[in-house]
């Protein structure tokens, strides 16, 4: 099948990248002239397991192309996915500027009957909006050609993404035109051998479906944060209570993780996004503002715990913290609302040094910060150790699960580490002598 992509993207390139991995012939298409002609070249914008030689591979076998021209793309496509980014406003509600955009340049160059289809995650309602600029262009040139606008969510994880889009746990689609779900269960028929994963419905639906599955698991983590803080008042450990509750395959293992709150281009905008579509219709969206609030406090508690553990903010001045972990989770680069920027900024606040160290987010961290006396980004975990007073782990990359922690006690002038994820058990680290703060768990 012939497949344009609007958006080179996570979720544009990954898509596009694994629909011509199982044979279909997808152009890519960005506004961004560097990005394409990098992608031309093989350099790939963003870090992601297993997506570089699936990208070089299926762009040197000509399944996949990169381009600048929309026009082309469009005109070749039987299906064409709008996955651009929704940033949000200042206000919270997802900006679709660049969805709208996509909208009419497909509505200016169509020039036979395809089915375009949302990928980006966009507010309940926008397929009608995307199908009213489209009509409005084809209208505009008199022209008579035949469309659908499906919801079609992705669900893909940063750092797993293209095992998800391989593997996919269920395949929404939303439309009311049974020959434009027809025609996605053809596309994605190589997903979806071994059992049925397609889920069709109307297209709000699915538009809401997708704001549904990130608001219920940003709940999860809130909630668990919240027992967490509960528990570290009332002296109990929340990895017990975690352990305890886990088993029930009502409530199950996943995304009740306590930490330092949870970061990412998705949950933080995605429940924003929902409350202030929810506020839009009238109804007052108290447990989600609740989760936003939550995770907001979140953010500063390992930084809490710094200043419990020193007794006052001011005590930090001059001190130099080694950081474990600047990326909003493992396995990626991306650094977007991550713990680490907060806890960064209320140490510097606090007059503390930082020496901070993450295995792929260096050059995002120095990116964002710009060269700056107060931090020092270092190549290795023990680099940043070196005359370090203290130790903070934000991020749970693999390397920082099984440190030495005599060494951790022979390079930190105060023995102490605080651990934003709960990677250590308190009598492993304790017995080495240092002191240990972690989340909801005791002291
Ligand atoms: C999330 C969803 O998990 C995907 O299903 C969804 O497709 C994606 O958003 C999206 O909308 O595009 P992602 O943002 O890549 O994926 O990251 P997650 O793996 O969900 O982690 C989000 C944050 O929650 C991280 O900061 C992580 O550290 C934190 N977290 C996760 C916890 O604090 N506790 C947990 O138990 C789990």
Known sequence: MHVAIFGTGYVGLVSGTCLAEVGHHVVCVDVDR??????????????????????????????????????????????????????PDEDGSADLQYVLAVARTIGRHLLAPAVVVDKSTVPVGTADRVRETIAAELAARDADIAFDVVSNPEFLKEGAAVEDCMRPDRIVIGSSQPASIEKLRKLYAPFNRNHDRIVAMDVRSAELTKYAANAMLATKISFMNEIANIAE????????????????????????Y?????????????????????????????????????????????????????????????????????????????????????????????GARVRAFDPEARDEARRIFGQRDDLVLCDSAEEALQGADALAVVTEWKQFRSPDFGQLRQALRDAVVFDGRNLYEPADVEAAGLAYWAIGRGR
Not at 50 to 72: Q, W
């Open 258 to 350: 306590p930490g330092a709150g949870y970061g990412g281009s998705c949950f933080p905008k995605d429940v924003q996004a929902l409350a202030r579509t929810a506020a839009q219709h009238g109804h007052e969206p108290i447990l989600l503002n609740a989760v936003e609030a939550v995770n907001e406090r979140q953010k500063a508690h390992l930084f809490d715990l710094v200043v419990r553990h020193y007794g006052a903010a001011e005590a930090l001045r001059g001190k130099t913290i080694a950081l474990w972990g600047l990326a909003f989770k493992p396995d990626t680069d991306d650094m977007r609302e991550a713990s680490s920027r907060r806890l960064l900024q209320l140490l510097w606040d606090a």
């Open 34 to 87: 560097d990005k394409i002609e990098g992608l031309d070249r093989g350099v790939i914008p963003i870090y992601e397991p297993g997506l570089e030689p699936m990208v070089r591979s299926n762009h040197a076998a000509g399944r996949l192309e990169f381009t600048i021209d929309a026009a082309k793309a469009v005109a070749g496509a039987e299906v064409i996915f709008i996955a651009v980014g929704t940033p």
């Open 233 to 256: 008042q009332v002296g109990a450990d929340v990895e017990q209570v975690r352990k305890g509750i886990g088993s029930d395959p009502r409530i199950g293992w996943h995304f009740i």
